[in-house]
């Protein structure tokens, strides 16, 4: 072999040697979420929905690695959250995804910043895939916090955007669980009204206890009595489901807005009792996707017998992967430091994660519940009915200013 042919094979075993550093390895990711209780439908359909992703990208992805996703029950507590925390950290998981409560998100990212602090050899990254109380990106925010859905002010954005174009609804009241998301909901929402569309009127608002009521018939007969021409809501499971069931008690005629109509058991709800108000989804995903999301959402309802709807978790491996690869390793040091200002491919599209806050700048989809056509096919829950997009509302419209002084270590 010549001098210049060996110096040459060098070279090029130099330069894909960092590459694929972490070809093979396994990175380990605990769910922290709920897996009993009252949101246990929803924790056990998107822990599901993290194992299924993780394992069809194992070894299919930029960095060649292969996920595995382990679950802890956390009850839906923060407290048992920290135990869930602690015992992952102990037997060695360095990823960490969580998303069902806001709550808990805020805890378990100040608990990882303290560990962090404290053993920065051996740090620990938070991918949170549900919670969206603005305050995590915000004046709460962490390096080591990354969140892979659309926070409040962007789905507000999404929904404000919207009903500018409906101008047969003037009167809106809001009805929402009583925690930070909640709270958050009525907060933005009220803001952006005032400044993006000051006639459209609140006329009634609402928080309740959040999975302690059953019966929504008082709040419902308030809703009614205020003359309110659409109802807004952020609750989900089965807050969601029994405020379904008395709207249609009350044979209710008025448009629902909400974010989480199609997570278990509600698309049942929603055809259950033939419910003749219109009701309106603003989220990443609708039932009936095209391309590789579809072949996936297939497969998934195949093998689960459960529909396909926490697109977050194809978002967190593809984006995990594409880091990964450019980090050249599986540190989560490392893998922090390149996901913060990082383009990756989603959803068939390109996601950018904001490098000043780690807020993921993605669009949303408003889409309507009708019956299956020829068009839309797939049916939520196996019901005959499905959402069917309406609107496409893309990142760039949907981008908020940033109110994080990201703390870097």
């Not at 009903?163 to 803001?191: M, S, T």
Request: aromatic share 8%.
């Amino acid at each position: 072999m010549s001098l210049r042919c060996w110096m040459l094979c060098w070279l090029l075993a130099w330069l894909a040697g960092p590459a694929l550093a972490q070809q093979g390895q396994t990175v380990r990711i605990a769910f922290i979420d709920p897996l009993s209780g009252p949101m246990a439908d929803v924790g056990r359909n998107s822990l599901l929905s993290w194992q299924f992703v993780a394992e069809r990208h194992s070894g299919n992805n930029p960095a060649g690695v292969r996920f595995v996703v382990a679950p802890f029950d956390n009850k839906g507590s923060p407290h048992e959250s920290l135990n869930a925390l602690k015992a992952a950290i102990d037997q060695g998981f360095r990823y960490v995804v969580q998303g069902n409560g806001s709550g808990v998100t805020h805890v378990l990212a100040d608990a990882i910043a303290r560990h962090n602090a404290r053993r920065p050899e051996a740090p620990v990254l938070l991918l949170n895939y549900a919670a969206t109380d603005p305050a995590l990106t915000g004046e709460r925010c962490s390096y080591w916090h990354f969140r892979i859905e659309a926070d409040t002010t962007m789905k507000v954005a999404a929904l404000i955007d919207f009903l500018a174009g409906q101008p047969e609804i003037q009167k809106v009241y809001l009805l929402n669980q009583d925690y930070a998301h909640g709270q958050q909901l009525v907060r933005y929402f009220k803001e952006a009204l005032a400044e993006r569309l000051p006639a459209l009127q609140v006329v009634g608002e609402e928080l309740h206890p959040a999975f302690q009521l059953r019966d929504f018939g008082p709040q419902v007969q308030r809703v009614l009595a205020s003359g309110a021409q659409a109802l807004v809501t952020g609750n989900w499971g089965e807050d969601f489901v029994h405020l379904v069931q008395a709207l249609q008690a009350a044979k209710a005629q008025l448009p629902l807005f909400t974010y989480y109509a199609a997570l278990p058991g509600a698309p049942k709800a929603l055809a259950q009792g033939r419910l003749p108000m219109p009701v309106y989804q603003v989220a990443l995903h609708h039932n009936n996707p095209e391309g590789e999301m579809g072949r996936l959402a297939t497969d998934f309802r195949r093998r689960h017998k459960q529909d396909f709807v926490v697109y977050a978790t194809h978002t967190g491996i593809q984006m995990l992967g594409a880091a990964m690869a450019r980090a050249r390793s599986t540190d989560t040091r490392r893998v922090a430091d390149v996901l913060g200002g990082m383009d990756f491919p989603m959803l068939g599209g390109r996601a950018t994660m904001r490098a000043d806050d780690h807020q993921l700048q993605l669009g949303q989809y408003i889409s309507r519940w009708q019956p299956v056509d020829a068009r839309h096919p797939v049916g939520a829950e196996g019901t005959g009915h499905t959402f069917v997009p309406v609107r496409f509302i893309s990142a760039p419209v949907l981008a908020q200013p940033v109110r994080c002084n990201l703390p870097r270590p």
